[in-house]
């Protein structure tokens, strides 16, 4: 842990909130004891913190492109991406069959755990513990794109409006796994277009993934 602690920048008082943010509900027996909780806590609190940097950052921006870089900053992937960073993987308690199925590397379960993570740094070490994990990793990030950057269902939606064609839609074709874990597979149709499929642990992220698809498969047909 100790490892772990200076990659947070944060020694913790109270080692039991580091321990159940590790804790993956596959080991448990109910949710109060794995890091459900705390990842819900530690959403909200990276939501805050990375809407302040945005604000301070980017002053000539207005709402709408701010929320653009929100949505990039807080999604999923970007967690995952950081969590990778400070190698989260290695101390995360999962069940053997979850790490056997290379539960450790999930986006999913990364994600949950780094937010479960800053949630533990702010019960432990205040707004400041929290706020200095934050911008030490997210601020590199938040100067990446000089311009906003787009979701994929966003720049289909444009694309389709500018060639004339139908707007996107799209179906949840199949949901399988686990209630705790599901993965959904999502279909997007744009008319004259082949449809292309995604997957996610909830319909949104699948839709975005039937999104980008669709997109790489607009830039091919191009080439």
């Known amino acids: ?19 159940q943010a590790l804790t993956h509900i596959s080991t448990t027996k109910t949710n109060a004891d794995s890091n459900e909780r705390l990842e819900f806590l530690g959403d909200r609190v ?4 990375v809407a302040n940097m945005l604000f301070e950052s980017f002053k000539e921006e207005d709402e709408g ?6 949505a990039a900053l807080v999604k999923r992937e970007t967690l995952a991406h950081v ?12 069940s053997v069959g979850e790490r056997e199925t290379g539960g450790a590397e999930k986006d999913s379960v990364l994600a949950n755990t780094c937010e479960a993570l800053i ?15 934050i911008r030490y990793y997210w601020g590199p990030l938040l100067e990446k794109d000089p311009k ?17 064609r139908s707007l996107p839609e799209y179906t949840v074709t199949n949901r399988r796994g686990p209630d705790h874990a599901p993965l959904f597979t999502v279909e997007v149709k744009v008319s004259g277009e082949i449809p292309t499929r995604g997957e996610g642990s909830n319909k949104q992220t699948a839709e975005q993934a039937a999104a980008k698809i669709l997109l790489a498969q607009l830039v091919d047909v191009k080439k």
């Open 1 to 19: 842990m100790i490892e772990l602690e200076k990659h947070l920048g944060h020694v913790f008082k109270n080692t039991n909130q580091l321990h």
């Open 46 to 49: 990276l939501g805050l913190i």
């Open 65 to 70: 492109d701010l929320a653009y870089r929100f």
């Open 83 to 94: 969590a990778r960073e400070i190698k989260l993987g290695d101390f995360i308690k999962l």
């Open 119 to 133: 949630a533990a740094l702010y019960l432990d070490g205040g707004f400041a513990a929290a706020n200095n994990f």
């Open 148 to 164: 906003p950057p787009k979701d994929p269902k966003t720049s289909l939606q444009e694309w389709a409006q500018a060639a004339g």
